[in-house]
């Protein structure tokens, strides 16, 4: 059984810093492509940042590229969401999902994505 968990959430000044965690039993990073998911209050959910399977690639959102880095490490089974220079824009409920896909490409389209953690929140003020 898959089960995705999320924690590191908080409020943070902007300009500060976040590392989201995702502990993930049931999956093994060669068969699985692991997503970071957000979504605002009255906004559609969006795709945030994605590894492949392997850690063959990974991918961004323009609107974070350069601040957020995803990585994992397959001994703690855990997938990692750093975040600096955080912006009020970036306030959001922040999913971590896995997609099961040995291809190796980075999905960032939530369609592709199997299973669901439940959220933590991420509260940037201005």
């Known amino acids: 059984e898959v089960q995705l968990v999320e924690s590191g959430g908080g409020v943070v000044q902007a300009g500060g810093s976040l590392r989201l965690s995702c502990a993930a039993t049931?999956?093994?990073?060669?068969?699985?492509?692991i997503g970071w998911f957000r979504q605002a209050p009255g906004k559609e959910r969006e795709g945030v940042s994605c590894?492949?399977?392997?850690?063959?690639?990974?991918g961004y959102a323009d609107s974070v590229k350069g601040r957020f880095t995803i990585s994992y490490d397959s001994a703690k089974s855990t997938v990692y969401l750093q975040m600096n220079n955080l912006k009020p824009e970036d306030t959001a409920i922040y999913y971590c999902?896995?997609?099961?896909?040995?291809?190796?490409?980075?999905?960032?389209?939530?369609?592709?994505?199997?299973?669901w953690g439940q959220g933590t929140q991420v509260t940037v003020s201005s």
């Open positions: 999902a896995a997609a099961f896909d040995g291809s190796g490409v980075a999905l960032m389209n939530a369609a592709w994505y199997d299973y």
């Open positions: 590894i492949g399977s392997s850690d063959e690639s990974t």
């Open positions: 049931g999956v093994t990073f060669d068969d699985y492509a």
